[in-house]
């Protein structure tokens, strides 16, 4: 099968590199384990989105599909903390359970991302509809924009998330 | 990148992108019967229509699992606090749902207003829970179990929302003269409080005010029909009519108290309250659902209530995981039980 040569590729790559990789993940997080982690799902990543192979600069390609994740990893703490912080705040009862924690922590990192490429504006008009349940008017409002421009870019980043959904499940 | 043999091939990008078309077009809530209809037109013209709005739906989806999460999401997500939460708009957007039909299309941002609502609402309870409120203007309010409730007192004003599940209110004299009118708006109607006890609750399908002191009036949302419900009646009605009136039902406040007052309550409407305090799914086979049940109970020790129904009913109740299933007794151990 296909995938045998390309698992056999990555194979070769992981053993070639993969404890360089890991040192510097390291010297760059400053934490043997998350520099093991990420090391772990940059080989995981090319097991799941194939490239040519014999890569010929393989340890720039590494690092670069590293430090992507690395990026990730950082985002993925700012909202945890950012989302903990705020929860902090809450009435006791009213805090969710560890389990609704993580799910929601989930929930945000998948949305941050699917907004990451919009620009300021559009992502700011999107949230405040889809979160806030404000209508255009009220957003036009806001960003000081016309109507016409909120419906714009909301279409806009509409079009942005379906099809970085669609292209997720290719 | 290529579609692995055997997926679905990709969905064309001009889908995707009228796709979202058709949602920039839904998405300011002021949807009428004629724009979901016109969305219907779309998806019924070709089977990628379909597939694309499935994604549509798929991201409004994401937003969905986190609309709970209030202020935290949001500081996550980075943004500004909210400003003032367009409650009723919320509710109008889900009456015009209710009465467009169109069951077979779900338009989830009108049901995420109302979630966002909700997760943004000044009070609320969790299941079993009641709260007991002292209002700015010494007005003491009750929230009851599953419900939530916005609260905006200004000079010209004392008005509350009542977003969902039951309250009830007994209101103060203001101390600021002229008396600034004290309103109650749920999902449909406003209610005006002359001078008063009174308890309503807000589900889906209908509303019920029971008074007690005093008198409320009420204006349906839907037809502006307006009905004045004095001292010991009680009001049922949606947004456009007055369903049925009657004596107000003194187990309509007992529950601020901690009660279950089942005045003669038919076992179906008694499983249905109950459903409303209690976590447990229930529910009663159709030949026990019209036997009655008088008593009163503590509210929150669901043993206690079962077994009273066991002890008095010719029924068996079966628990089944936290299940509770209530059935008719076999004729022989009834007997032997009783």
Redesign the interface.
Known sequence: MATDSRTDAVDVLYSDHYGWLRRWLQRKLGCAHEAADIAHDTFLRLLTHPVETPLREPRAYLTTIAHGLVVNHWRRLEIERAYLAALATLPEPLAPSPEARAETVEALVAIDAMLAVLPDKVRCAFLLSQLDGKTYAEIAAELKVSERMVKKYMANAMLNCVIAIENAAR | ????PG?LR??P?AA??E???W???L????TTDADRKRLQDWLDAHPDHVR?WK??E???G??E???H???????????PR??R??ML??LSVLVAAGAGGLAALRLP?SQ??HD??LAHADH?T?IG?TLALTLDDGSRAWLGSVSALDVSFSDSRRALSLLQGDLLVETAKDAVQPARPFTVAVRHAGLRALGTRFAVRSAQAQSRLDVFEGAVELTLAGSAETLVVRSGSQATFDAAHILATGQADPGRESWSRGILLTDGMRLDALIEELGRWHAQAMECAPEVCALRVAGAFPMKDLDRILGAVQKSLPVRVLREGAAVRIVAAPAAATQGRN
């Open positions: 990148m290529k579609a692995a997926a990709a969905i990008a995707l992108e796709a979202a078309g949602f920039a077009n998405a300011d809530g002021a694309a994604r549509v798929e991201v409004t994401r937003f699992s986190v609309t999460g209030g202020q935290p999401v949001r500081a996550a997500l980075n943004l909210a400003g939460r367009r708009k919320a941002w995420w207003r966002m609502a609320r969790g829970e």
